[in-house]
């Protein structure tokens, strides 16, 4: 089974009622998929997380090697005794996804292209006959942020990943909008710079062409900045050096929150947003992003209706994945649908 998520309200409780009248709350199961581990929970409908537990990705595996991980951490929840309550499976993805098809092609996993990731999860003894929802990962961040994190009391938002790469989710009047396929708000390749460096995309100057960290650590190289003696040039090491002063680095993460704030700032032009939540690994640089993407933001959100966007730290961390696809479950459940 599956269910079309976009639209969904987050935000409501559904109650449930189990054959016989007797009243229950339900648990829902969770994939979080990315290029270096498999992450699974069992999730309580409040958002709690119950149970984890993660395995290594096949990075470099087949399709069959793949999914074989993802059966194994299916097999381990299935094990628990909980697993008796779960109601649903919330499935998030590295991407690019087709929510529509219920496949994937994550970049970093060659082994899936237009991979039946849904059908293949239904299919697994102790989720068969259970409703499956597929979610890329940035939208799951988002969904997560929405119901359990910094974006909870806004009704419209916009929630980033800046990582190796950036994505993005949408949430508009208090539903998440994932777009046909699921990639709605996928800020990473809005345009910000027409001249500006190919983009794998196809096209020119995008945002995760120069705000992700493999783009800001390749910024820094090229503005002359150097690693210490033996230190690897890593957007980490940028942020590190910012973080001391160096002038080279703090110039590379300033050109990186103006591509961010010119993304942030377009979006909200278009639809109306009351926050934007940043999170991911190169938002651990703290001040070192969020300054100068704040200065940035403040001069591109120039009309009225933009002025008052606030802007905000992600606060789910790594657990963002898990309770974001577990969202995606939620949205099975009766009262959801």
Wanted: proline share 7%.
């Amino acid at each position: 089974m599956s269910y079309d998520m976009a639209g969904t309200d987050l935000a409501a409780g559904p109650p449930w009622s189990a054959p016989g009248g007797a009243a229950h709350r339900p648990l829902l199961a969770a994939l979080d998929i990315g290029g270096t581990k498999i992450a699974g929970a069992l999730v309580g409908t409040d958002g709690s997380l119950l149970h984890q537990l993660q395995v290594p990705t096949p990075a470099d595996g087949d399709r069959h090697e793949l999914m074989a991980a993802v059966d194994h951490v299916l097999d381990d929840l299935a094990r628990l005794p909980e697993w008796q309550g779960v109601r649903a499976l919330g499935i998030g993805s590295a991407g690019p996804v087709d929510i529509a098809a219920g496949t994937v092609s994550p970049v970093n996993l060659p082994g899936w292209r237009d991979f039946p990731l849904r059908s293949e999860a239904a299919e697994h003894p102790a989720v068969h006959g259970l409703p499956v929802v597929l979610g890329g990962d940035a939208v799951a961040m988002a969904a997560a942020e929405h119901w359990r994190g910094a974006a909870r009391p806004y009704r419209n938002a916009l929630c980033l990943v800046v990582s190796t790469g950036v994505g993005a989710g949408l949430v508009l009047d208090g539903r998440l909008r994932t777009g046909t396929t699921g990639n709605a708000g996928h800020l990473g390749h809005i345009s910000v710079d027409l001249d500006g460096r190919p983009c794998p995309c196809g096209s020119r100057g995008c945002v995760e062409g120069i705000a992700s960290g493999t783009a800001i650590a390749r910024t820094a190289d090229e503005l002359g900045w150097r690693p210490g003696r033996g230190g690897d040039a890593t957007a980490g090491a940028v942020a590190a050096a910012a973080r001391a002063g160096d002038p080279l680095a703090l110039t590379a993460f300033d050109l990186a929150a103006r591509a961010l704030a010119a993304g942030i700032a377009a979006t909200a032009t278009l639809v109306e947003l009351d926050a934007a939540v940043v999170g991911g690994g190169v938002a651990k640089a703290g001040p070192v992003l969020f300054e100068p993407l704040a200065r940035h933001l403040a001069s591109y959100t120039a009309l009225s209706f933009t002025r008052g966007l606030r802007l905000l730290p992600a606060e789910l961390g790594t657990n963002a994945g898990l309770v974001g696809a577990a969202a995606f479950a939620r949205t099975a459940l009766p009262a959801h649908r």
